[in-house]
Structures are given as structure tokens and as C-alpha cells.
């Protein structure tokens, strides 16, 4: 047998494991930021997920919501319930984490809790959701739950709803209306700065198209102080709006991983 410290190839694994160490070492602060959403999330299904009483749950999607998943799987008293998936991503993780998948369809009786990430959240838990693209799902699960709960890092933690998330709201709209909705929206929000989101070109030329076949418009129209939900409102009633990621008045808990190793639990009566 060869020993691999003789074979040509050494060099190079060792290059790509100093450049890998290299990597680490200047990404510390995205590892702890990696910590903090896992402190978030695992504390969430601990405190929130009742095994005894609990039949359905909702996943969100996301990164943080993959942790959440993990804690589950590892906790065998949870997987006898039922799994509703708000995307793609999530239905293949509760597949590939061995959990029991439903759909919304099948819960008659509605789901128990919902657990999901968002990207900006303030003092009101009014959220900014959408960053992955999955905020029509993840809106139609929380809306069909008992109780709605956020987990984040405490990067996603606001003042001011709109003032952190550099991106802006991502608003979902069916292909064919997506040249007069943008002008709707440019129009009515002079400031505002709107984008069609693009998909990586080296992954897909064009635009993201999201798991329902729609567009998403980024719509970044600054801090929105106490109107979230009146933004909401107005966009939403627009036809060929399928969904606003603004969610306001559902949320009763957040769950915030600290760059400390501490948990911020924000709770609304
Ligand atoms: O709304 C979402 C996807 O549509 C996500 O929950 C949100 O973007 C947060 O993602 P992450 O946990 O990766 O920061």
C-alpha cells in the first residue's frame, strides 16, 4: 500500500488545505454567524415543539431553517408527527432527514406551529421575508398555523423595518405582469429602487424563477417606519401580485442567535 504523504497529488490537497484553513481564518465572523442561526434554531424546536401535543409543523425555507431540521432529526420523539414543507428546498430536506412529509392540502385540521427564518425583523415582529424566494408557500403555511415562529441570527434583529435588508420586499408576480407592476410600483414609490431579480448566470440566464413559476420584483423602498402593513395592503391588491414579503401581525416569538453564544427570545402579545 502507498503511503499518501509520497503520492504527487500531496502537494496540491495540502495547497487546498492551507488555502481551505486561509478561508476559515478570514470567515470567522460568517462561522459565528453560522452559530448563532444553529442557537436560534435549536432552541426553537426545543421550547416551541411539543411532542406530546403537536401533530403538524410547518418548515419554513432558507439556511436557518436547515439547522432546525437537523435538531429535529436528532430528536426521535419528533419525528412521528407530520412535516409541511413551504418550498422545493425544505420538502427535499424533510425527505432526506427521514421526517414524515405532508402537504397543506392533507391538514384539514390546520397546522400547530410553523417554524421559519426571515431577513429583517423589528421590535413588532413585523418581518421582511422573501430572500430566498419562497415567501408565497412559507405565507400560505404561517396563515394555516396555530402559531408562527422566526429564528435568525441577530444580524436580521431591526428598528426599523426596511432599514437593514439591503435587497428591499420581494414581491412575487405572475410572468405576464411583471412590466406593468414594475412601472405601477416605480410610479407610486418615486424613491423606490426596483429591480427584477436576476439568477446567477452561470447557473441560469435570465431571471429567478420561483418554485410556483412566477418573477420576483425587489422592491427597496427604504425604512417603513409604522406602514408595513399598509404596504403591504397596497401591493397586494394589485392583480398579478401572487404575494408581498411583508409579514405583519404574524409572528408571536422570534428567536435571535447572538454572535456571544447567547438567545434573544422577542415575544408579541
Ligand atoms: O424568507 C425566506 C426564504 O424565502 C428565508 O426564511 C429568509 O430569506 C431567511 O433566510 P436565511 O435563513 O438563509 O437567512
Redesign the pocket.
Known sequence: MRCLSSHPITPFISKLWKGALLKRSLTLPATTIENG?RLAAWKAVDDMIDPKNHKVIGL??????EYALHRISSRPELHSMLYVPTSFQTKQLILQNKLRLATLEECSNGIDLTI????EIDNDLCAI???????FQ?RLVAQASEEFVII?DERKKSNNLGSKYARGIPVEIVPMAITSIQRILTNRYTQANIQLRMATPTDKAGPVITDNGNLLLDCHLGPLGRQAATIYQDIKLLSGVVEV?LFCGMAKKAYFGNLDGTVDIWTKN
Open positions: 442561526k419554513g425555507s432558507g439556511s436557518t431553517i421559519d427564518g426571515a431577513d421575508k422573501g430572500g430566498g424566494g419562497c415567501l412559507e435568525a414579503g
